[in-house]
């Protein structure tokens, strides 16, 4: 794998040799979770002549981006290049609603325009599908970042984002394809020597009341509950609501919300943080694996009985002398 160095125009510089190279990508838009690390010998520094906003990146993958930080470690004689992946420069920008208005209004736009126009700000680093997909999005946005809105505008739609350094047209491409369930083919389980922690127990909430805009009688009141099957509902007589003692109900304050739909969207979050600890929680090294971010496995613990479908939300690629590894974060 050979890690690229480009100046901040992106002009190619050369192959970087490397001692190791760390990179984390996340559906998380914390850029903690979106982040790379190369280190080199030091006395090799001087001769590529890098500069914090060069680039670093594997050609025709999500891995690498923009240099941010340079750290001479003396004791290792390393010196250590730090920087943000292409994905985290994406959650770093704030989408500000443009002047007069409130909002980012993307209703009634197809996804790849509303994409278009999300990247738009980026100096052309960042190219999106063109034409139409026929898919609407049906959102608007308050400061949220690039990241989130995308992934928000693709989710409905069962799409994910990904990504890719294009080193011919020095762009990184965005494009949408339809999530893939591999849980029919793919079951990750202590029959394969994966590590991982279930836990069996009741949702700590089923039950959300939540608070809007407004004063006393006039304030937005809407309930929502968590069925068995581990999805939500706002219809009080659907079949399966908790009743009884078996009812623990959260009183969830958000008067700050923009309209019902987002409080409606925030009850649910809480039903989610708070629902059923049914749940099994695994970080695994790939073997022969290479699977995108968003994509579905299957997840089993034969000893609890429990059986899952999830996400994968984060990877971590290490390469160095030894070879190279991918670790999956699936929640």
Same mark, same amino acid.
């Given at each position: 794998m050979d890690l690229i160095h480009a100046d901040n125009s992106f002009n190619e510089l050369g @192959?970087?040799?490397?001692v190791r190279f760390d990179g984390i990508i996340s559906l998380d838009a914390d850029v903690q979770g979106n982040d790379w690390e190369a280190e080199i010998p030091a006395e090799d520094y001087s001769r590529y002549g890098f500069a914090l +906003?060069?680039?670093l990146y594997f050609p025709d993958s999500e891995w690498g +981006? #923009?240099?941010e930080k340079i750290t001479h470690v003396s004791k290792t004689h390393t010196v250590k290049l730090c920087g943000v992946t292409w994905r985290g420069m994406l959650s770093r920008r704030a989408l500000l609603p443009p002047d007069g208005q409130t909002h980012t209004d993307l209703r009634d736009t197809d996804i790849y325009p509303a994409m278009r126009s999300l990247v738009s700000g980026f100096g052309g680093l960042f190219s999106a599908p063109s034409g139409n997909s026929g898919l609407l999005c049906g959102l608007k946005f308050r400061y949220t970042n690039v990241l989130d809105a995308i992934l928000d505008i693709l989710e409905?739609?069962?799409?994910?984002?990904a990504l890719a350094l294009d080193p011919d047209s020095r762009h990184v491409i965005l494009s949408a394809p339809a999530v893939a369930d591999h849980s029919d083919e793919i079951e990750l389980s202590g029959d394969y020597d994966f590590s991982y922690t279930s836990t069996l127990g009741q949702a700590t909430y089923n039950h959300v009341i939540a608070l809007g805009r407004g004063e006393q009688e006039n304030r937005t009141v809407r309930h929502v509950w968590l069925l068995p099957d581990g999805t939500t509902t706002t219809d009080p007589n659907a079949?399966?609501?908790a009743s009884g003692a078996d009812e623990r109900t959260l009183v969830y304050d958000y008067s700050s919300a923009e309209d019902e739909k987002a409080l409606i969207k925030g009850a649910k979050k809480q039903l989610k943080d708070h629902g059923a600890q049914n749940s099994i929680e695994i970080t695994f090294d790939s073997g022969d694996l290479d699977l995108p971010l968003g994509d579905? @496995?299957?997840? #089993?613990d034969r000893t609890l009985a429990l059986s899952d479908v999830r996400t994968i939300t984060g990877k971590l690629?290490? @390469?160095?002398?030894?070879g190279f590894s991918l670790k999956y974060t699936v929640n």
């Open positions: @192959v970087v040799e490397f +906003g060069h680039y +981006g #923009r240099l409905p739609h069962g799409l994910r984002l079949s399966g609501i579905k @496995v299957g997840l #089993r690629l290490t @390469v160095s002398a030894d």
